[in-house]
T-cell receptor, first 115, second 114 residues
């Protein structure tokens, strides 16, 4: 079974600075998808960014980018120019490309933005 | 507005009293799923449905039931709730079940079982 690990329960960063959230995963599959979800205090789950494992190029979405290291099974999220609205719980998630119908989530990292 | 709705948003109940959490989506999505979120564990899948009348167990199905009689609705049923089912519940949907498809989450239902 696949597992996802986020080793940083909490992180903090100064407003306008850059922060990187770590995520590692364990799988024997070669084809899969990885996601970062943001959960603000409202508890809504919001998709931040998605990466296809077959793509070597790292995904980017405005101030959000990933560092996808397939061999190392690492999928970190970089937030540039941090804003107060980025404060939230961030979840890394894995989805198999082989018929599995679920997202496997990490434990989450709580990000605080200091003004 | 495209959305997934859940009701109720908050619920306090007692052990053994049957309850239903409703989930509805207005995007004509085929795939729907229920997750529970517990501190330190992230979200874990309870049940999912590929389409009307097609449901299957996720990782933690014990104590839960679901049904999918209509495409838009996917209620979660707790026949006899217990305190260990106290949790934050999310319903999610996507156009299909393909791995690359984005799942849209509802706002969550916080359940406390006394």
């Amino acid at each position: 079974a696949q597992t996802v690990t986020q080793s940083q329960p909490e992180m903090s960063v100064q407003e306008a600075e850059t922060v990187t959230l770590s995520c590692t995963y364990d799988t024997s599959e070669s084809d899969y998808y990885l996601f970062w979800y943001k959960q603000p205090p409202s508890r809504q789950m919001i998709l931040v960014i998605r990466q296809e494992a077959y793509k070597q190029q790292n995904a980017t979405e405005n101030r959000f980018s990933v560092n996808f290291q397939k061999a190392a099974k690492s999928f970190s999220l970089k937030i540039s120019d941090s804003q107060l609205g980025d404060a939230a719980m961030y979840f890394c998630a894995y989805r198999s490309a082989q018929g599995a119908q679920k997202l496997v989530f990490g434990q989450g990292t709580r990000l605080t933005i200091n003004p | 507005e495209a959305q997934v709705t859940q009701n109720p948003r908050y619920l306090i109940t007692v052990t053994g009293k049957k309850l239903t959490v409703t989930c509805s989506q207005n995007m004509n999505h085929e795939y729907m799923s229920w997750y529970r979120q517990d501190p330190g564990l992230g979200l874990r899948q309870i049940y999912y449905s590929m389409n009307v009348e097609v449901t299957d167990k996720g990782d933690v199905p014990e104590g839960y039931k679901v049904s999918r009689k209509e495409k838009r609705n996917f209620p979660l049923i707790l026949e006899s709730p217990s305190p260990n089912q106290t949790s934050l519940y999310f319903c999610a949907s996507s156009q299909g079940a393909l791995e690359w498809e984005t799942q849209y989450f509802g706002p969550g239902t916080r359940l406390l079982v006394l």
